[in-house]
């Protein structure tokens, strides 16, 4: 079955990380539920990434700053920035929240 779309990514980032997926689910690393997941953070519009919900999406996954900064690569000091409004996640960081608001962290773990 397939699942990933030919709609084009709206940056070089998204597309990096939409291809680093396809790639994942064409040998059978990801399931197509995750893809289609991936198809819609990487392809689809933009959602508000404000730092309450920023701040609501760490607590959800009951973690730390420095821990969630991990799971998404970056560091505390980001995550503190973003949680606190002085700093905007953008591209990449802002896809991977978004997926781990809808899915939980659990899928940037397995």
Not at 16 to 29: D, I, P, R, Y
Not at 78 to 93: D, F, L, Q, R, Y
């Amino acid at each position: 079955m397939k699942t990933h779309s030919k709609r084009k990514a709206e940056s070089d980032a998204f597309d990096s990380v939409h291809q680093l997926m396809k790639g994942l689910h064409e040998v059978g690393l990801i399931k197509d539920e995750t893809m289609r997941s991936f198809d819609d953070a990487c392809l689809g519009g933009q959602e508000n990434m404000d730092p309450e919900r920023i701040a609501r999406i760490r607590k959800n996954a009951r973690m730390s700053q420095p821990v969630f900064a991990h799971y998404l690569g970056t560091t505390k000091s980001t995550v503190a920035k973003w949680e606190s409004g002085e700093k905007k996640p953008s591209g990449p960081s802002r896809r991977l929240l978004e997926v781990v608001d809808k899915h939980g962290i659990g899928i940037l773990a397995g």
